[in-house]
Structures are given as C-alpha cells and as structure tokens.
C-alpha cells in the first residue's frame, strides 16, 4: 500500500488516480487546508477504485503511528504542504513549521514503522537564480527568493543527510518546473481557493468571466515577446513520473548504488506569458482580456528544465504538450465553474 500525503490537492490526486490505475493501493492522509475529498470521490467515479481516506496532519505524530501500524506501506508520497509563495512571505514560521517540520515527523514515524522509501515534492524554486536559463540537476542549488522556496531547499538537504546517515533509505526528490492542466476527463484539476496566485489558474479564470482580465507581469524582459518564459508541464505528465520514480528507488539495490536521487520534471520546452495567452484563446474559442502591468517582485526572465536525467534514467518523458494542457484545462473549469467549492455547502 502506499501512503500518499497531500493526496486529495491538485498534484496528489492525480497521482492517486495514476497509482490506483496502476494497480496500488492507496492511503490518501490530508488535512483538508487546501482541499476537499470530492477530488477523491471523482477519481473513484473515473477509477473503479477507491482510496483510503485519513483526515489528519503530517505533523500529529500518534496518527502517523497509528497508520503505520494500522496499514502495510511500503512507500510514501509527500505532497501534504503549503505552497504560496507571497503567502510564505508573510507567514514564514507557518510554511517552516507545516512543511519543514511537518516531513521531519513523518520522516521520524516512518522511520520508526521501517519504511523507508520516499518521493518528495521539490521544485524548480531550489535553483535560485543560477546564471544559465536551462536547469539540470547537477547544477548547485541556490538562494531561493521566498520562504516557501528555502522550505524546500530545507527538506531537500534534510533528506540528503538522512540517506547519507542510513543507506537503508531510498529517496527520490522532484524537481518541479510549472505543473498545469487536468486529467483528460475534466473531472479533477487545480481547485485554487481565492483569487489565483499562478498564472494558467488566472487566465482560465478570466476565460470563465469570473475574473475581468489578466495583468501580464512585464513585457521588457530579453524574451522574443518580452514577456516571462516558463517551462509548464501537464500534471498527468507529472503524475505518471511519480509512478515512475517510486518504482525506480524501490528496485535500487542500496549495496551498489546511491539510493538519493534527484529528477527534474519539465517538458524542456518554455512559453511566454502571452504564447500562454493565445494558446488558451484557441482552447477555450474566445478572446482573453489581458492588460501589461509592471514586473511582479522576485520573477526572473526565463527557465526551463533540462529533463534528460529522468529520460536516461527513468525511462521518463513528458508527452503531452501545450493544446493538451489548455484544452484539460479548460475542459475542467468549464465543467466546473467552481471548482469542488459548490459542492461543499
Ligand atoms: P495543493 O495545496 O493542492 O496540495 C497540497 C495538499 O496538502 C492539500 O490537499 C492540503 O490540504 C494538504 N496539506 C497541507 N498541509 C498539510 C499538512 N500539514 N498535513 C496534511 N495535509 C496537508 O498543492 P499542489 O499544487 O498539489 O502541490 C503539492 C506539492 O507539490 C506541494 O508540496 C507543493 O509545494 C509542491 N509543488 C507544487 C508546485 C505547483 O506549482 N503546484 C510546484 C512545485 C512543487
Ligand atoms: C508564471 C509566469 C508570471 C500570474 C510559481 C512558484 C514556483 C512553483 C510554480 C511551487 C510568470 C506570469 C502570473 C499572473 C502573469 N510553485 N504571471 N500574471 O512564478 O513561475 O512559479 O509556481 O513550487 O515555486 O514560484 O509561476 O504561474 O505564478 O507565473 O503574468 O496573474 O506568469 O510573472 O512569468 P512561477 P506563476
């Protein structure tokens, strides 16, 4: 069975759905800060197969116990986290303390029940701000802007001591680049609570008319458009290299091999704010009002992933591009206006 934390979020439950077609069996444990269980209840209805569902909190130790001795895990996923980066700017012990101290004690419990097997949630944000535009794992990492980003630099350097303490240990750390999108159903997808802080979220919503129009963040920057390139990659895409890398560490054989990995996840392949623009005006058939506002703090011009390393050695590529990701995306938002939120009165 696997433990995924996080599982009913936006990333998580498409990872579950991806496991549960894949044959696991599932425990979702999630506090329901930034979700609800409908996400759960779709995918038993696009599945067949239901998950477990906990509502708890990483950081609450006896339930942790209590699951470990209750279900047979062999591995865990931890997406369970907070995730807005100007929201961590303002609460920056709420971020260290739910995601920094919260992987400790689940990384504590599963240490204790002896499962040892680990797939964490990173992102692209532990580079920093390096010198090139094109990120490859064995690049140093740097001085992420944000709270939230030194969060995960944190768990990162957390891990890797824990592996190099006890090589009973297999860890695999995602880098993310800009996960978008649905599941092809457009029965789950990113259910943003507020107005959204990223950008594909903004323009569907505006696409739906519950927002008036997109400020793109600067047109002056060295892009051929002069607007902010980024690397967006489907999270069905995402979800199935999670599948990939938790089998990949479970096979490793620790006597020959380092059992810490780090993988990139990106198509390689940036777009501009404004490509994203058009993209989605050719999904969704209409215009999408957008006005040029002033740089947003912190951004930077242009990255993308070199995702070769999970190629080579995971077998892994992203194979669905930017029509799939607009087309799910708006396949999801105009089926679901509101998200899961109107179902939760
Ligand atoms: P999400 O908010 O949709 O999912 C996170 C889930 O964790 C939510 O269901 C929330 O209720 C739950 N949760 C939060 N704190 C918890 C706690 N202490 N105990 C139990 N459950 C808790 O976010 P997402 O976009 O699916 O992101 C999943 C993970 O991937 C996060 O760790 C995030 O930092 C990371 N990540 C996300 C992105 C992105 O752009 N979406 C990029 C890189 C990395
Ligand atoms: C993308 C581009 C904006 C909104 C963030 C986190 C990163 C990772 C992914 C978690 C940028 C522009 C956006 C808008 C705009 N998350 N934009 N108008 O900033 O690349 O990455 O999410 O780990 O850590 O920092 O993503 O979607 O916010 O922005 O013009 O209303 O869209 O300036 O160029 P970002 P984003």
């Not at 047979?72 to 996923?77: A, G, N, P, Q």
């Not at 807005?84 to 995601?99: D, F, H, R």
């Not at 002069?226 to 999670?242: K, S």
Request: glycine share 8%; with cysteine.
């Amino acid at each position: 069975m696997i433990l995924v934390t996080g599982g009913s979020g936006y990333i998580g439950s498409h990872t579950v759905l991806v496991l549960l077609q894949a044959g696991f069996e599932v425990v979702v444990l999630d506090n329901l800060s930034n979700s609800s269980t409908v996400s759960l209840e779709r995918i038993a209805q696009i599945t067949g197969k239901k998950a477990v569902f906990i509502k708890g909190d990483i950081r609450n130790r006896a339930l942790l116990d209590k699951l470990f001795s209750d279900y047979l895990i062999e591995s865990v996923i931890n997406f369970a986290g907070l995730k807005a980066v100007g929201e961590s700017t303002k609460k920056p012990l709420a971020y260290y303390q739910c995601n920094v101290h919260g992987a400790c004690t689940l990384l504590e419990a599963m240490n204790d029940a002896g499962v040892k097997s680990f797939v964490f949630s990173s992102s692209a944000t532990v580079y920093g701000e390096p010198e090139t535009d094109c990120y490859h794992e064995n690049l140093p990492t740097g001085h992420p802007t944000s709270p939230y980003g030194r969060s995960k630099l944190m768990i990162e350097e957390i891990l890797k001591d824990l592996q190099t303490s006890d090589n009973e240990w297999k860890i695999a750390i995602l880098r993310y680049f800009n996960p978008v999108g649905a599941h092809q159903s457009g029965k789950i997808g990113e259910n943003p609570t507020g107005i959204p802080n990223n950008l594909l979220p903004y323009i569907s919503q505006v696409a739906i008319g519950k927002l008036p129009y997109l400020n793109v963040f600067g047109d002056d920057y060295n892009t051929p458009d002069g607007t902010a390139m980024r690397d967006y990659i489907h999270v069905m895409d995402l979800a199935e290299a999670h599948l990939d890398a938790m089998n990949a560490i479970m096979k490793i054989n620790t006597a020959n091999e380092s059992a810490l990995k780090i993988w990139n996840l990106g198509t390689g392949q940036p777009y501009s704010v404004l490509e994203m623009v058009k993209a989605f005006e050719d999904a969704c058939g209409h215009d999408i009002k957008y006005k040029i506002a002033p740089r947003r703090a912190g951004d930077i011009a242009k990255f993308y992933a070199d995702a070769s390393l999970a190629k080579a050695e995971l077998g892994w590529t992203a194979k669905l591009g930017l029509s799939d990701m607009m087309e799910d995306t708006w396949r999801w938002q105009s089926n679901n206006p509101n998200g899961y939120n109107h179902l939760l009165k």
